[in-house]
């Protein structure tokens, strides 16, 4: 009864009202109108306000909430920045290069493969209670970190570590009980694999051998029991799960046979290969030379945290009231999707370069939402990525706005596991039939890619060229392959033969995926006349889309760098399972491991980039741009750098009050 | 029987309904989130098998489903909705009782607005029907209608933080203050909108009725005629309105606590679904429907006591 009512009432009210409703709508959208205008048609010289907080506070807009304050658990942009501040690692990342600078090591010495790495720990470095951080801490932390209790989403970094893929993974050794000796892996390895091997495999040889004279202080306490059985031949790894191990030994006769009457011994913490050769000198035994594993090191997951807190206080231990930490900074207060407060931790052993008393972290999740409080002057930095694409043409000529090349790439992956994108011509000409440039002008934020690496970002490595644009051999491979292109008389293009039933292009919802979308589609058409449908995927559907090989086609993605070395890009096809599309190859995989093999730097570099021209040759993905970073800070925020990675090491920042010194354009990476 | 013991046996039997509800709508959410692809971690790269075997296994994911099904059902009985998957180490039960408040002080703070602006304009335009101030108000409130809160927040942020710099433009501050009233006024409008109409529609009803014209005959004063007589029962519509209506302010709206960055309980329900954080999404989508289910009774309550007529 009741809603019959008021349903009457809805329908004769807007009967009679609705003209006067669309006076008022039109008025208020001319309002709406000449208020942006007033509002965006300004010639400041900064996005808003540009008065200094009265306090040495920097308040940073984070972006999303912080999952948690464990540095091991996240793999997330604003989980780092909160970690760079709460936790220190041996090293930490230069605030311009991103190169591994010292922290709680003051100094380290890399062997002559880069396989084996001796950490020398500063004493003064403290706990934010007080206590001393020493080389037992970190030893700890690293064993946490990849344990698979912890389940960290990032221990894959940690796999370069000698027997730590075994211990996240919970693999066992196999052991003859009767001599207690164990299987090694060589001899059961299939033909043809290692190139060489490491120097951290082999046996022990004298420190000038191994460390060469460039070592600044030699590593003392060499001769351990464990660095011993680090030097030893690489043990047999097998899964712990006894149904795949069984599956596993019985393909293989010679293993099965082997097997036979050994016990098999769970991979532990203690195995891995990092050591605490005295309290205040740490060694890490590699499983093959990684001349960037010490960049890697500063990564949250190699961040000591305090065992006493986490073994007292279990899952609650990053609770405000629990927590102990490490870094320059200490935690004042959280309040969950509001503001994380860090405030300066008198404890530090470096306090008196730590320039901020605090840094708030603001969780703000909408851009413009961001923008806004930073123009009214109510926030003084934001995450990167923060400028929505339709404020660029206000925001961007403004000095405050901060343009460089950003580690990563936008591409898209093919599944070459079906017809038509089986065939080489088919992507090829998918590919060449991109005006890359066009693009990226229309865009005006990128930079046009045709490899697989960032263009810019390696200094020294030579970055391969991919095909470039060419619409009239995209047209004749397809003809080659089947799918003639034919001219119409209004001089468009079609491809009456190619299949398009069941193929599209997906992509994460996203305004900014949907343009770039939106613009492969209109060349694909315009220079082939294929009309590729678009498929418009909440994130997380996309991605099990693309991990599962379940899309046909394309898969618009964006890959960023976990690390400073061409490897971060090029090792997303090192597995068959891991890239997306299907694509794999030992001899991809070979060059690789052969570069990875090879000790002087620009050599190992012209052979990443042989790996790469071979990935590109085959065209298992379209290259289409380096994104570049875009966010606003206020230029009294001084040392804070738009680095590739968009990680701050905060003990550098500042709020400069002298308005002579103030950046007045993107700062240099570049000193 | 008593009219009393008939209305609370009709409070019983609504009660006893609410639990079986409950439990569908926590089943449904259940399944809904397992059938979504994707996990909550799920990233933006693929994770080794490995790994997540680690995480599936430290989260029991593991486990037949129907284990799963029936551990997280008796955690639910025993109101312990568990821990919150993206968000490890904090509870659910904790996550809700932290942002309730903020969510229930912006929209109780909005809907006392709307109620105020809205029966005040609605009668006023009912008592002057078909004059000038009965067409400007309901203009007024067909654009109200309108305008959803998205577009209405940035519009409010745009003329009174960004050109006037009289209000901040986002963030929680607590109760009272200065960030409150934007959010609050952008969250009312629609709703004082639509209580103005109802007090209008349901003022006119009761404006020609019999009982009125008594009320007049018996010498009263008009105000007194309007504010004890027809107001009583001109708000009915209004009152119905008020329980879905508190209800959905009460538990965060989405947009809003977007809009303006506050760390309700609307901003943690989108986060949980998009998150696949299954404890979360449950926890919060039981807490609404609980919260839904407790007014409509309030509201049916209520009822009674505004109409005589009303029996149950």
């Not at chain 2, 229930?104 to 809205?118: F, H, M, N, Q, R």
């Amino acid at each position: 009864m009741r809603a019959e009512i008021y349903c009457s009432h809805k329908f004769r009210m807007a009967n009679v009202y609705w003209k006067q409703f669309l006076t008022g709508l039109a008025l208020i959208s001319l309002a709406f109108g000449a208020i942006s205008c007033r509002v965006l048609a300004n010639d400041e010289e900064f996005f808003g306000k540009t008065t200094p907080p009265p306090r040495n506070l920097l308040r940073y807009v984070n972006g999303a909430e912080p999952e948690s304050l464990d540095p091991a658990v996240s793999s997330g942009q604003p989980e780092a920045h909160i970690y760079m501040a709460l936790f220190e690692g041996l090293v930490e990342y230069h605030p311009k290069s991103l190169n591994a600078i010292p922290a709680i090591a003051e100094k380290w010495d890399i062997n002559n493969d880069s396989s084996e790495f001796v950490f020398h720990l500063r004493k003064n470095a403290r706990w934010s209670n007080g206590e001393p951080i020493d080389a037992h801490d970190f030893v700890y932390s690293v064993r946490r970190a990849i344990s698979p209790e912890v389940a960290s989403r990032t221990a894959a970094l940690a796999y370069y570590i000698k027997n730590a893929q075994a211990f996240n993974q919970k693999s066992v050794f196999v052991r003859d009980p009767a001599t207690n000796q164990f299987l090694l892996q060589r001899d059961f390895a299939a033909a043809g694999t290692p190139v060489s091997e490491a120097l951290s495999q082999k046996g022990l040889a004298p420190n000038e051998l191994e460390y060469g004279a460039t070592a600044t202080s030699p590593p003392s306490h060499t001769h351990t029991e464990f660095h011993q059985s680090m030097h030893s031949p690489a043990r047999l790894v097998l899964p712990a799960d006894e149904k795949r191990r069984k599956n596993l030994v019985e393909s293989d006769a010679k293993l099965a046979a082997a097997v036979n009457g050994k016990e098999f011994v769970r991979v532990v913490g203690e195995d891995i290969g990092v050591e605490a050769v005295d309290n205040y000198t740490v060694r890490v035994s590699l499983s093959q030379p990684a001349p960037f594993f010490v960049d890697l090191m500063a990564h949250p997951l190699f961040r000591v945290v305090h065992r006493k807190t986490i073994e007292k206080y279990g899952a609650s231990w990053t609770e405000p009231a629990n927590i102990v930490t490490s870094g320059p900074f200490k935690l004042k207060w959280w309040k969950p999707y509001n503001e994380l407060v860090t405030e300066r931790d008198p404890m530090y052993w470096d306090v008196a370069n730590v320039q901020l008393d605090e840094i708030r972290f603001y969780t703000s999740t909408d851009h413009p939402t961001s923008m806004n409080l930073y123009r009214v002057g109510g926030a003084d930095a934001l995450i990167n990525h923060s400028v929505p694409n339709p404020w660029l043409d206000v925001v961007r000529p403004k000095k405050d706005y901060m343009d460089a090349a950003e580690a990563a790439i936008t591409f898209l992956l093919i599944n070459v596991t079906q017809p038509p994108m089986n065939d080489l011509r088919v992507r090829r000409a998918f590919n060449i039939a991109i005006d890359k440039e066009t693009y990226s002008r229309a865009k005006r934020t990128t930079k046009p890619l045709s490899a697989f690496t960032p263009t810019g970002i390696f200094v020294g490595y030579p970055q391969p060229k991919g095909e470039s644009f060419d619409a009239e051999l995209a047209r004749k491979l397809l003809g080659e392959a089947g799918f003639p292109v034919t001219k119409n008389s209004d001089g468009s293009f079609a491809c009456e033969k190619f299949p398009v039933q069941g193929l599209s292009l997906i992509f994460a919802t996203h305004t900014s995926n949907k343009a770039v979308a939106e613009f492969m589609q209109a060349q694909w058409k315009q220079n082939l006349g294929i009309t590729i449908p678009l498929g418009n995927m909440e994130s997380k559907t996309h991605m099990v889309a693309v991990n599962k090989l379940e899309y046909k086609g394309f898969a618009l993605r964006i890959w960023g760098a976990d690390y400073m070395d061409p490897t971060t890009f090029l090792n997303m096809f090192l597995t068959p399972s891991d890239s997306g599309s299907g694509w794999w190859d030992q001899k991809y995989v070979d060059l690789l491991e052969e570069a990875n093999h090879t000790l002087d730097r620009q050599k190992r570099y012209e052979l990443l980039a042989k790996a790469e021209k071979y990935l590109l040759d085959a065209q298992p993905m379209i290259p289409i741009d380096t994104p570049s970073v875009n966010f606003v800070k206020k230029p009294y925020v001084k040392g804070m750098y738009p680095n590739p990675a968009s990680l701050y090491a905060w003990k550098f920042v500042y709020i400069e009050r002298d308005s002579s010194k103030w950046d007045y354009k993107t700062p240099s990476l570049s000193d | 029987m008593s009219v009393q013991l008939l209305m609370l046996r009709f409070i019983i039997r609504r009660l006893l309904i609410t639990i079986p509800t409950i439990l569908v709508v926590i089943t449904i959410t259940w399944a809904l989130v397992r059938l979504a692809p994707g996990n909550f971690y799920t990233g933006d790269k693929k994770l080794p098998a490995a790994i997540e075997q680690n995480i599936r296994e430290k989260y029991g994911l593991d486990k037949p489903w129907r284990e799963q099904y029936l551990r997280m059902m008796a955690d639910v009985l025993r109101f312990d909705f568990g821990t919150s998957l993206s968000y490890p180490g904090q509870s659910v039960n904790g996550i809700i009782s932290r942002t309730l408040p903020v969510s229930a002080t912006v929209g109780i703070l909005a809907y006392l607005l709307a109620l105020a602006v809205g029966i005040v304009t609605g009668s006023i335009a009912a008592l002057k029907q078909n004059s000038k101030w009965d067409y400007a108000s309901m203009t007024l409130a067909m654009v109200g209608i309108s305008i959803p809160n998205f577009v209405l927040g940035p519009i409010l942020v745009l003329v009174f933080s960004l050109m006037l710099y009289w209000l901040p433009p986002s963030r929680w501050e607590g109760f009272p203050s200065r960030n409150i009233i934007l959010p609050v006024i952008t969250l009312s409008a629609i709703y004082m909108a639509y209580i103005a109409r109802l007090t209008r529609a349901g003022m006119l009803e009761v404006l020609g009725a019999d009982y009125i014209r008594t009320a007049r005959a018996k010498g009263l004063s008009e105000t007194q005629v309007v504010v004890r007589h027809a107001l009583r029962g001109g708000l009915l519509p209004v009152v119905s309105y008020t329980g879905p209506a508190l209800a959905f302010l009460l538990t965060g709206t989405v947009v809003v606590e977007r809009i303006f960055a506050l760390p309700g309980l609307g901003t943690y329900f989108l986060h949980a679904a998009s998150n696949r954080d299954e404890p979360l999404l449950i926890g919060i989508v039981a807490f609404v429907a609980i919260v839904l289910l407790l007014m409509n009774l309030l509201v049916d309550i209520a009822y009674a006591y505004l109409d005589p007529r009303i029996r149950y």
